[in-house]
């Protein structure tokens, strides 16, 4: 299968950004629930350990998630795993994949395409978070497919073996990093998917990161907090964030 240099070269320049995420996050201090979900793990597999993708892993771990982080260059992510103690390792793609009860998937988004196609039969059934953003200037034609699609249906079908829930796409990492595990109202995370199930799944991992989740909808619905949607970018509240939005108390 042939590879898109462009793309896969901005993963990989997104993981050495990423050392001052990690180290923030690196010195962030457990929160009070982490023994509790500790008894109740599950599995992490990080596809794209970039600057979102380091920050909510680590927090996964520190919350007492074993978490694998993955790229194409797994060596380059031995440090962060190191710094995060024994439930944080690193491999490849697809040794997080099948590691991974969940997954969560933060790369450039013009990437999904090619990971579809190389690790869709990898994916299914899989609970799949995805933080992806589209950017028409980075991300070409696919872009312009979530424009008209919306992004949560245009995911869904790169992705199509797995159960894919929108989550963690409307801030910046710094945002999340500093924002976690705060005194209530948590800060919320918007949600979408169309499998229930995995919309509980994502939800318990959202509080366990140490914010709020708010189920939007459908992945039809995550338009609304996509880039330049009215739920985008909006460091509120639960409470709030369903003012916005207009949806139930």
Same mark, same amino acid.
């Given at each position: 299968?042939?590879? !898109?240099?462009?793309?896969?070269?901005? *993963?990989?320049?997104?993981?050495?950004?990423?050392?001052?995420?990690?180290?923030?996050?690196?010195?962030?201090?457990? !929160?009070?629930?982490?023994?509790?979900?500790?008894?109740?793990?599950?599995?992490?597999? &990080?596809?794209?350990?970039?600057?979102?993708?380091?920050? &909510?892993?680590?927090?996964?771990?520190?919350?007492? !998630?074993? *978490?694998?982080?993955?790229?194409? !260059?797994?060596?380059?992510?031995?440090?962060?795993?190191?710094?995060?103690?024994?439930? @944080?390792?690193?491999?490849?793609?697809?040794?997080?994949?099948?590691?991974?009860? @969940?997954? =969560?998937?933060?790369?450039?988004?013009?990437?999904?395409?090619?990971?579809?196609?190389?690790?869709?039969?990898?994916?299914?059934?899989?609970?799949?978070?995805?933080?992806?953003?589209?950017?028409?200037?980075?991300?070409?034609?696919?872009?312009?497919?979530?424009?008209?699609?919306? &992004?949560?249906?245009?995911?869904?079908?790169?992705?199509?073996?797995?159960?894919? *829930?929108?989550? =963690?796409?409307?801030?910046?990492?710094?945002?999340?990093?500093?924002?976690?595990?705060?005194?209530?109202?948590?800060?919320?995370?918007?949600?979408?998917?169309?499998?229930?199930?995995?919309?509980? *799944?994502?939800?318990?991992?959202?509080?366990?990161?140490?914010?709020?989740?708010?189920?939007?909808?459908?992945?039809?619905?995550?338009?609304?907090?996509?880039?330049?949607?009215?739920?985008?970018?909006?460091?509120?509240?639960?409470?709030?964030?369903?003012?916005?939005?207009?949806?139930?108390?």
């Amino acid at each position: 299968m042939q590879r !898109h240099p462009s793309s896969l070269g901005r *993963v990989r320049r997104g993981l050495l950004a990423a050392a001052g995420a990690w180290a923030a996050i690196l010195a962030l201090k457990p !929160h009070p629930a982490s023994a509790q979900a500790a008894a109740s793990r599950t599995r992490i597999g &990080i596809i794209g350990a970039g600057r979102i993708g380091g920050a &909510i892993g680590a927090l996964w771990v520190k919350a007492g !998630h074993p *978490v694998m982080f993955s790229s194409r !260059h797994p060596e380059e992510l031995k440090d962060l795993a190191a710094g995060l103690g024994p439930l @944080a390792s690193a491999g490849t793609v697809a040794q997080a994949i099948a590691f991974g009860d @969940a997954l =969560f998937i933060a790369v450039p988004y013009g990437a999904l395409p090619q990971i579809g196609a190389d690790y869709g039969r990898d994916l299914k059934g899989k609970v799949m978070l995805d933080a992806c953003n589209a950017v028409a200037s980075r991300d070409g034609s696919v872009a312009d497919e979530v424009e008209q699609e919306g &992004i949560g249906v245009v995911s869904q079908k790169y992705l199509s073996g797995a159960r894919l *829930v929108r989550a =963690f796409n409307t801030m910046s990492y710094t945002i999340f990093t500093r924002e976690a595990n705060r005194p209530d109202p948590k800060l919320a995370v918007p949600i979408a998917g169309d499998d229930p199930d995995a919309v509980k *799944v994502a939800a318990g991992l959202v509080r366990d990161a140490g914010f709020d989740p708010v189920v939007v909808g459908k992945l039809a619905d995550a338009r609304r907090f996509q880039r330049g949607g009215p739920g985008y970018g909006q460091p509120v509240s639960a409470a709030e964030l369903r003012q916005k939005l207009s949806l139930a108390p």
